[in-house]
């Protein structure tokens, strides 16, 4: 993600074992804006897996996968 847009919409971020969650503002422009790089790390990173969950108040991007293929993402410091 663009650090611009983790400023922009980020609002928290929650992390188990095997999954990261972090939560963004919910508008058409995040949900666009979310989609592209979804899309470029799912194809470069598929050692995780990335979607986006859009069935909530707010916008979620949900990465799985083990532990050490977690730790290896430099994603998650959104937090606020």
Do not use: Q
Request: include cysteine.
């Amino acid at each position: 993600m663009t650090r611009t847009f983790v400023e922009g919409y980020a609002l928290a971020t929650e992390r188990t074992d095997a999954r990261l969650t972090i939560h963004y503002v919910k508008l058409d422009d995040s949900t666009r804006r979310l989609r592209e790089p979804v899309a470029v790390e799912s194809a470069c990173c598929a050692f995780v897996d990335w979607s986006i969950d859009d069935t909530h108040a707010d916008l979620r991007l949900i990465v799985t996968g083990t532990p050490d293929r977690l730790a290896a993402l430099n994603v998650g410091s959104a937090s606020r």
